[in-house]
């Protein structure tokens, strides 16, 4: 049964808006100036020209395979059966952990002195919340991100104007030339929520248009905001106030805090419900192509959505959440992210001219980029990323080789 094609231009900007504008815009500048010094600015850029490449990359593949699945379609289409597979389940174990992170962050923004076990129950009723929204239907889910968006662009406007506004600090401290690709790193996992308007490429109307218009929207957007808070960030705060603040934005302007804090949890909400979004119908493509178990592909009657997909999603972020510290797993999502958006430009560059390719430097630059900043990542980020994704080829190969058997 297929999907219900209920999204317009809006609703995806605001979906790909949800899924960029998160938690990252109150977390990632912190250690992204702890690693590049001054270098935020730079770092910044690079992950953001990185970021256009891939957004290229994906609204042109998009556009030519309007389903629901994402770069786990176009690496089976473009490349063969497994180099889709290893898109798919990066995406899934990647994001999975970041569903999370998300949250775990909305627990802590909102009953920061809460123990357990409440802060357990608490992250549960979270994730059980978010997903009773997806359950319901996407057009919900998207009506839910435009009010999250709007809420988050608000408080990050107080802060830009106030900040401005108020004392400065000299922005310029010594030049971490070195940390500038690991903060680049660090600061595309922000970046990366355009891959959830791909995956729902099935439920977007007229998608050979709608998809190709609102990821470099959506992704245009999202640069401006996090350049504009940036900019706040290094003249109240300086590189160095920023990487020793837990919250630099509450730092920037004090006064402002409990604001923000409600900023952050709503922030952090509107990235889960992007996120547990995309999982859910990536897993749904995987388990129509007998990759994950084949209950999963079942699509609601009534609400034409994978229930049993964005259930077991649910499901698996709640035991997450309450058993696991997943601070460290911020770095092994963007290796798995960035191993994704690899598959995605190396796809790009079979399209032929006639199948609307882009120029071809620019699937290239995105390919290594994604190279570099995975492996720039700290080697703990790396190590696990290679490891989970070595253990998704090594399933695959295991199940092939039954198959043909």
């Not at 990185?50 to 309007?66: E, F, G, H, K, M």
């Not at 058993?323 to 798995?336: K, Q």
């Not at 390919?367 to 080697?379: H, T, W």
Request: charged residues 10%.
């Amino acid at each position: 049964m297929p999907l219900a094609r209920r999204l317009g231009l809006a609703d995806a900007v605001f979906i790909g808006l949800g899924s960029m504008i998160g938690a990252g815009v109150f977390a990632a500048f912190a250690p992204a100036a702890r690693a590049a010094g001054s270098g935020l600015l730079p770092a910044l850029a690079v992950a953001a020209l990185v970021a256009y490449c891939n957004a290229t990359s994906s609204a042109r593949l998009a556009a030519l395979y309007p389903e629901s699945g994402g770069t786990y379609v176009y690496g089976r289409a473009r490349l063969g059966e497994f180099w889709g597979y290893i898109a798919g389940w990066g995406f899934v174990a990647g994001k999975t952990a970041s569903c999370a992170a998300m949250t775990l962050t909305v627990v802590a923004y909102a009953a920061p002195g809460l123990g357990q076990p409440w802060r357990s129950l608490l992250a549960v009723g979270v994730i059980g919340v978010v997903t009773g929204v997806n359950y319901l239907g996407v057009h919900r889910s998207a009506l839910a991100t435009r009010v999250i968006v709007c809420i988050t662009l608000v408080v990050l406007t107080l802060v830009a104007v106030f900040g401005f506004s108020g004392a400065h600090v000299s922005p310029w401290t010594p030049f971490h030339g070195g940390g500038v690709l690991e903060a680049a790193g660090l600061l595309f996992f922000a970046f990366a929520g355009y891959a959830r308007l791909a995956t729902l490429g099935e439920e977007v109307r007229d998608p050979a248009r709608t998809i190709p218009r609102a990821i470099p929207l959506a992704l245009g957007l999202t640069l401006v905001v996090y350049a504009v808070v940036a900019a706040v960030l290094l003249v109240t705060l300086g590189p160095d106030g920023i990487g020793a603040s837990s919250d630099p934005l509450a730092s920037a302007v004090p006064w402002l805090s409990p604001v923000i804090r409600v900023g952050a949890v709503v922030a952090a909400l509107g990235s889960l419900l992007a996120l547990v979004l995309g999982v859910s119908r990536t897993t749904l493509a995987m388990a129509r192509d007998g990759h994950l178990p084949r209950f999963l592909a079942a699509v609601h009657p009534r609400f034409s959505v994978p229930h049993r997909a964005e259930l077991t999603v649910g499901v698996v972020v709640a035991v997450l959440a309450t058993t696991t510290d997943l601070r460290g797993v911020i770095g092994f999502s963007s290796f798995a992210v960035l191993a994704y958006y690899a598959v995605a430009n190396a796809s790009a560059l079979t399209l032929r001219r006639d199948e609307g390719a882009a120029p071809k430097a620019v699937a290239a630059g995105g390919l290594a980029g994604c190279a570099v900043l995975a492996f720039s990542l700290p080697a703990a980020s790396v190590i696990s990323g290679c490891l989970v994704l070595g253990l998704g080829a090594v399933a695959y190969l295991v199940r092939r080789r039954g198959v043909v058997r």
